[in-house]
């Protein structure tokens, strides 16, 4: 992976396909510890958003590494005190060897990068959430045994995992449909670079219809309906979005072998049904398991462990 030394993330399309099948060839081996590696260096977390499993996969995966881990907490630093991004990023440049944001705009990660000589990490935006899809993928390969040729349908709000899921599948030669509320697509020039990806090989539907989007799909795939930032809307989502709940009804109409995964955290009985999360065809603990097992490809592979 020395392609990928000292390499940023900040969105999916910045990696190639077998760059993206190496890092997950390298995930699995390290999951199951045929490879092991070694790499002591330090990463700081700078969060502005709130955070289970990305602050603590990142954090694990870097001890696991022989690491050590800063958790540049806002509120405790003089980011919150409204010093400029590119001194920020200018300062932590010199102490850090790597760092993963969790911000809201995605220009504040590009501007950071920009400043910042060591690599950056989308931990995630409001545009994109790429670490999450590495782990996605993982998980589909490990149930399916290959990518190429599957179908990804993901149902609900057009938010930043449906963007970073649409440029993922097309990076891996994988079929994608998003079926979402009119008015709630996911972002349109997403949409144009992740069909130029696919270059006609695979698909990249945008849809309103969840029954048509779902049949014979091998993968069902939702998140909330009112992601960080817009909780007070999450009422009046509710009725709109209800159509969109991956429930047992739902379920029935993919193929016989589908898999269903939710990003988390998940509203039980909202966007997905209890009954499906906790079924037989559920793959949520493997996908958040294996946040732990690509971010930790990722990091070894940007810090050319050994």
Request: charged residues 20%; hydrophobic residues 45%.
């Amino acid at each position: 992976m020395a392609a990928l030394i000292g390499r940023d993330l900040l969105s999916l399309a910045d990696f190639t396909n077998q760059e993206v099948q190496e890092l997950l060839t390298l995930a699995t081996q390290l999951k199951s510890q045929k490879v092991k590696l070694q790499c002591h260096k330090v990463l700081g977390l700078l969060f502005s958003k709130a955070s289970t499993r990305t602050r603590v996969s990142f954090t694990v995966a870097m001890y696991q590494l022989g690491g050590q881990v800063i958790d540049l907490n806002p509120n405790v630093t003089q980011v919150s005190r409204g010093e400029p991004v590119q001194d920020t990023a200018r300062v932590l440049d010199r102490y850090l060897d790597v760092l993963a944001i969790r911000t809201f705009a995605q220009q504040e990660l590009e501007t950071f990068a920009s400043y910042a000589k060591i690599p950056v990490i989308n931990a995630l935006t409001d545009l994109e959430h790429p670490c999450q899809v590495l782990a996605d993928l993982m998980t589909i390969e490990e149930s399916f045994g290959d990518l190429a040729g599957l179908t990804l349908t993901y149902v609900g709000d057009g938010n930043n995992v449906a963007n970073s899921l649409m440029l993922g599948c097309a990076l891996v030669g994988m079929n994608v449909r998003i079926a979402t509320p009119a008015g709630y697509e996911p972002n349109p020039k997403v949409v144009e670079q992740a069909r130029a990806i696919a270059n006609n090989k695979t698909q990249v539907i945008i849809t309103n219809d969840p029954e048509a989007a779902v049949k014979h799909v091998n993968v069902l795939y939702t998140d909330v309906w009112a992601s960080m930032g817009q909780e007070e809307e999450a009422d009046d989502r509710m009725p709109i979005f209800q159509p969109y709940q991956i429930n047992e009804n739902l379920l029935s109409i993919a193929d016989a072998n589908a898999i269903v995964l939710h990003c988390l955290p998940a509203h039980r009985d909202e966007e997905i049904t209890d009954a499906v999360m906790e079924g037989a065809q559920s793959r949520i603990w493997e996908q958040a398991e294996n946040r732990m097992h690509a971010q930790k490809a990722l990091l070894a592979s940007i810090l050319g462990a050994e």
